[in-house]
């Protein structure tokens, strides 16, 4: 049975190629076109459609005023295509906390057809969307919080999590950093696979829902409780020292390092400091290639937990972790905080 698409966008030549993009792909039917958000949220309640194309800057109702009704109303997979889906801008971490479950920006000129790669590249992210459950997507109702304060006193992380996501995970990775308790004790590190700019723009925004200190770390950084620290996946960090001072410490990147050569001596290395009070989650598009790195954390006795992967558009990597190593489910965020605190069992 194939999929319905329902195309919403302003622009009648981007709506053009994108509706013939679909009509022109096996398992793919045009379940309508709209031109504005109002418009389109009234089709997608009589259409029905299983995906949804959405460009942001609209008339009438723009893309996220729509995608917050859509996910509240008639949760439906989401692509975003917008020139301003820019891999760190502010827009494109609003719409992944709105539900929409990828973003790709669109080509530089529509004028014409665009090109091949760009085509296939769409089409691959609308069928991995078109493969999220639907009862699983949401609107994260998420509130600014104030500015979290040093508490009185440093106070080293005696618990960890350590998150690994990629772009694709960033709406998970916001909704742990949200649900993390201000627990003097308890520090967490997210490890995205993303530019050193998308890791800095990203830290900024999840500050604004998070209850702990978020900061991106760098050499010398020590590791505190309460704080919450952002790390690109491709910088040589690691954690050294013991239980009365540990710090980040860049090493230097040996020649042609793969990035799951770094993220795997990372691992290895908060689990050598913190054994069985660690815990690891791994999260969507996070890097392939580290199960050896965390087969560490499960020897040292720590947790190894992936988010829910009917929930991933790239599963592939925690299924893999799920099978090899026996890693756990975790259904909601507030629950990994409160198991990473929970006392670990003796071996």
Sequence with gaps: MSIGVLVIDDSPLAQRWLADLVLAEPGFALAGTASNGLAGLELAQGARPGLVTLDLRMPVMDGLTMLKHLMTTRPTPTVVVS????????????????GAVDLMA????????PEADHQQELLDRLRQAASVATSRLRYQRLHRRPLALPLVGRRIARRLIVALAGRTGLAQALSLLAA?????????????DASRRVVDSFAQYA??????????AGH??????????LIAAGEPL????????????????PAETRTEALVSGFVRSVAESFGRHLTVVVLSGATPGVEDGLESVRLRGGALTTQDLET?????LLAAVTLRLGARQIATWDELAGFALKSPKRS
């Design 83 to 98: 020139s301003f889906a820019t891999d760190e801008s502010t827009e494109a971490f609003e719409c992944l906390r709105y």
């Design 106 to 113: 669109k080509p530089t000129s529509v004028g014409g057809a």
């Design 180 to 192: 993390t308790p201000c627990n003097p004790e308890l520090a967490v590190v997210v490890l995205l």
């Design 207 to 216: 500050a604004r829902y998070s209850s702990v200190n978020v900061t991106t």
């Design 220 to 229: 010398g950084t020590s590791l505190e409780g309460a704080t919450a620290y």
């Design 238 to 253: 690691a954690v050294i020292g013991d239980t009365k001072c540990l710090r980040f410490a860049v090493f230097e990147r």
């Design 312 to 316: 991933a558009l790239e599963p592939k």
